[in-house]
């Protein structure tokens, strides 16, 4: 008598592994274009390792074991320290040896930045440790106010060591900074913070106050604000100090996030910390201008990645799932649901990487593309990061149950997504902040425009959208009413300008014909009929093993 099998496990998708997450043809295409093609070995190494079941395990392990707050060792002294489990010291020494943090601003090359946003995009096997990578990028520009801060510090934040530990940074073989802005009163309004600095005698500051959001609280040090006579002032405080005493940084707790675990944000108290002036008093938030440029197009680059993975993810299980007689990805409505996540992240990826080329030129001193950076990051921050929880969480819908376990690394991605679009200015900060520049630098709106007309001519839906846009700044009154649809449309023109002049025909009038042409659903999987998805649906499965 044979024995009934209650337990056999069939149609179901084998992991993905071996593949290398740089192999995204939008990705690719972008380094050349914009003068990177000469790091590609180098990110195809980190996307192979990124592809690996070893550098996977280390991003699951990192997000199941979460840092742990210590405020007080065995004998009862205050230490405030954080300790990791060694997975997220593997994430950070690959990050930090593969130049995600510091290192372009060594590296005179053209093209330095943007070979940093591809492998920051393509190194995307945990958001946590990204924080404090992306933190430590940011903070080297806003530095550069103060000379002499800089010249001792900024060889440190460059090196591509990772040395952790708290210990006097001028002893320590590499640096990791982080911020700690925001005040439980004021979020995103850091003019209403209330910490104070007072100068001293040796012109130190002492700083005194409450922050909300501190993330990574074991950097070696941080840049943030305090109140002083003149206003708003932007500091450089260490956690230890030079001789090795620990600066007075209290640790109040550990946030419980929705999003990642790995990453300790935290609450903490300067509890008479000592501080180096950066920048002049009372133009702090002047100072780390720079700083936010590079942390917003972090948020770009995050966002673009998630939706890459979660639509290579959803490919990968439509490809070896099937229902009803065949393989998902041959089932017609599921190939309309590819399809146009692979358009909504072909979008980001590509408007991502001409960010970031405007962004490598603008630290070279092109102040054409400065100004496009200026305006074109701050809507496409905006709508990149607002559309990217949806399109993941229709790419989790893909795998059905399967992906709504924490198992799934796609349910991690989930969580995370709506940070991105809350960090550096939420949706109304971005999008305000797009009107702020028109008024305050009028050319910033002709080098978008100069930009999108580069794509004029091609496509009539295009044309029509581009002229709708520009009918929007024919009137200024209830501009701050119209700020999030200004903000939306710009974006939409800038990723369709760029997907007209760089992407395969196919993707391009997918593109034109729902977001510009508007025959599309209010749901992602509405295409209209008559478009060729084969090659689009063909895009999503680059790097794939075998």
């Known amino acids: 008598?044979?024995?009934?099998?209650?337990?056999?496990?069939?149609?179901?998708?084998?992991?993905?592994?071996?593949?290398?997450?740089?192999?995204?043809?939008?990705l690719r295409e972008g380094l050349e274009r914009e003068g990177a093609g000469w790091a590609i070995p180098e990110i195809s190494e980190l996307g192979r390792l990124a592809g690996t079941a070893e550098a996977q395990a280390w991003g699951r392990l990192a997000e199941r074991v979460p840092p742990v707050l210590h405020n007080y060792d065995r004998y009862g002294n205050r230490v405030d320290e954080v300790e990791y489990v060694p997975a997220y010291h593997q994430l950070m020494t690959t990050a930090v040896s593969h130049g995600l943090h510091g290192a372009p601003w060594a590296d005179d090359r053209p093209g330095a930045h943007v070979a940093r946003a591809?492998?920051?995009?393509?190194?995307n096997v945990d958001a946590g440790h990204g924080c404090p990578i992306s933190m430590s990028y940011a903070v080297v520009p806003a530095l550069r106010a103060n000379p002499e801060l800089s010249a001792q510090f900024e060889p440190l934040l460059t090196n591509r060591e990772y040395d952790f530990g708290l210990k006097d940074p001028a002893t320590k073989r590499g640096l990791i900074a982080g911020m700690s802005m925001t005040e439980k009163q004021g979020g995103s309004d850091v003019r209403a913070n209330t910490t104070t600095a007072t100068r001293q005698a040796d012109g130190t500051y002492v700083l005194r106050g409450h922050k909300w959001f501190t993330s990574?609280?074991?950097?070696?040090?941080f840049?943030?604000?305090?109140?002083?006579?003149?206003?708003?002032?932007?500091?450089?405080?260490?956690?230890?100090?030079?001789?090795?005493?620990?600066?007075?940084m209290r640790f109040v707790r550990l946030k419980e996030k929705l999003g990642n675990k790995s990453n300790a944000s935290s609450e903490i108290e300067y509890d008479a910390a000592v501080g180096w002036l950066v920048g002049e008093e009372g133009r702090g938030v002047r100072?780390?201008?720079?700083?936010?440029?590079?942390?917003?197009?972090?948020?770009?680059?995050?966002?673009?990645a998630g939706l890459r993975t979660a639509v290579t993810m959803a490919a990968?299980?439509?490809?070896?799932?099937?229902?009803?007689?065949?393989?998902?990805?041959?089932?017609?409505?599921?190939?309309?649901?590819l399809a146009d996540l692979q358009v909504e992240s072909e979008a980001a990826t590509t408007a991502m990487m001409r960010l970031a080329g405007a962004n490598d030129r603008a630290i070279r001193g092109d102040e054409g593309e400065a100004a496009l950076r200026r305006i074109a990051l701050a809507v496409t921050k905006y709508y990149v990061c607002k559309r990217s929880p949806i399109a993941v969480g229709e790419a989790l819908e893909c795998l059905g149950g399967n992906g709504y376990i924490e198992e799934h690394d796609i349910a991690r991605i989930y969580r995370e997504?709506?940070?991105?679009?809350?960090?550096?200015?939420?949706?109304?900060?971005?999008?305000?902040?797009?009107?702020?520049?028109?008024?305050?630098?009028?050319?910033?709106?002709?080098?978008?425009?100069?930009?999108?007309?580069?794509?004029?001519?091609?496509?009539?839906?295009?044309d029509e959208a581009l002229d709708r846009l520009k009918k929007e700044f024919?009137?200024?009154?209830?501009?701050?009413?119209?700020?999030?649809?200004i903000a939306e449309q710009m974006a939409l023109v800038f990723q369709g300008s760029q997907l007209l002049r760089h992407s395969p025909a196919a993707v391009a009038d997918a593109f034109c014909a729902s977001r510009l042409g508007r025959d599309w659903g209010g749901a992602l999987g509405t295409l209209p009929t008559g478009l060729d998805l084969s090659p689009i649906i063909e895009r999503t499965a680059t790097g794939f093993p075998g």
């Not at 337990?7 to 071996?18: I, T």
């Not at 940070?419 to 999008?431: D, F, P, Q, R």
């Not at 009028?442 to 007309?453: K, S, V």
């Open 287 to 304: 100072t780390i201008v720079e700083m936010v440029n590079m942390t917003r197009l972090d948020c770009v680059i995050g966002s673009s």
């Open 223 to 248: 840049l943030t604000l305090a109140q002083t006579p003149a206003g708003v002032t932007c500091f450089l405080v260490p956690r230890v100090l030079p001789g090795g005493e620990r600066n007075a």
């Open 316 to 337: 990968h299980h439509a490809r070896h799932r099937s229902a009803f007689g065949k393989l998902l990805v041959d089932q017609p409505a599921m190939r309309n649901v």
């Open 417 to 462: 997504m709506p940070l991105l679009s809350i960090w550096e200015g939420s949706g109304n900060v971005a999008a305000l902040d797009a009107l702020r520049a028109l008024a305050k630098e009028p050319h910033t709106l002709d080098a978008f425009f100069a930009e999108a007309e580069l794509a004029s001519g091609v496509d009539a839906r295009y």
């Open 216 to 221: 990574a609280p074991m950097s070696d040090m």
């Open 474 to 485: 024919t009137s200024f009154d209830d501009i701050e009413l119209r700020a999030r649809r």
């Open 118 to 123: 591809a492998k920051f995009y393509t190194w």
């Open 1 to 26: 008598m044979s024995e009934f099998r209650t337990h056999e496990v069939f149609n179901q998708v084998p992991p993905l592994v071996g593949h290398d997450t740089s192999a995204d043809p939008a």
